[in-house]
């Protein structure tokens, strides 16, 4: 597996897609990177505060316009 490192420096836009996915148009650098001996390799996502409050308000959009393409009958509450 290739790792990265993915340094957000914009969000443009956001959407859902047919297959239940969300999708990000964004600016980014992306670097190669080179995962540490005995650490899992991983990919880093890196952003500013400001870039991950975009982000979180991107999201909970998306997610809303999921919830409002559900039946009525699955947004009800269990307990």
């Given at each position: 597996?290739?790792?990265?490192?993915?340094?957000?420096?914009?969000?443009?836009?956001?959407?859902?897609?047919?297959?239940?996915?969300?999708?990000?148009?964004?600016?980014?650098?992306?670097?190669?990177?080179?995962?540490?001996?005995?650490?899992?390799?991983?990919?880093?996502?890196?952003?500013t505060e400001q870039n991950a409050r975009v982000l979180m308000a991107l999201l909970k959009t998306q997610l809303a316009e999921f919830d409002?393409?559900?039946?009525?009958?699955?947004?009800?509450?269990?307990?």
């Amino acid at each position: 597996m290739k790792t990265h490192q993915i340094e957000i420096q914009k969000f443009k836009a956001a959407s859902n897609n047919v297959h239940g996915q969300v999708l990000f148009k964004i600016d980014a650098l992306l670097s190669a990177r080179e995962p540490i001996d005995g650490i899992e390799p991983s990919s880093l996502l890196v952003m500013t505060e400001q870039n991950a409050r975009v982000l979180m308000a991107l999201l909970k959009t998306q997610l809303a316009e999921f919830d409002s393409k559900k039946p009525k009958s699955r947004h009800g509450r269990h307990g």
